[in-house]
């Protein structure tokens, strides 16, 4: 059984950075994906099994870093400079994929979700 157990949510003002961390049970390609009441799961960011290589959405490109810890099977993701646009439920997925897919039907295991709140 594949765990994902995501941290580090929590409110934070406009500008603010936040850190989110996702530990695995195992080595896969993980990202980020966020979603708010009404709308679809969106993506975020993914990362390669090796940390070698990153995908990022267009916005949030140069505000967010996605690393990697293979020794510790966990993934962090980095934000910077947040804006109320990112307040969401944030959710960590796994994949045994070698590319970084950034849809959501492409990743077979999922954490709870961690919330994300950015105010004004």
């Known amino acids: 059984q594949v765990q994902l157990v995501e941290s580090g949510g929590g409110l934070v003002q406009a500008g603010d950075s936040l850190r989110l961390s996702c530990a695995a049970s195992?080595?896969?390609?993980m990202a980020w994906f966020r979603q708010v009441p009404g709308k679809e799961r969106e993506f975020v960011a993914a990362i390669i099994r090796n940390g070698g290589n990153q995908r990022y959405a267009a916005s949030v490109q140069g505000r967010f870093k996605l690393s990697r810890v293979n020794a510790k099977n966990t993934a962090f993701l980095q934000m910077n400079s947040l804006k109320p646009e990112d307040t969401a439920v944030y959710y960590c997925a796994a994949s045994n994929r070698w590319d970084m897919s950034a849809t959501a039907e492409d990743y077979e295991y999922w954490g709870r979700g961690t919330q994300v709140t950015v105010s004004s």
């Open positions: 195992g080595k896969y390609t």
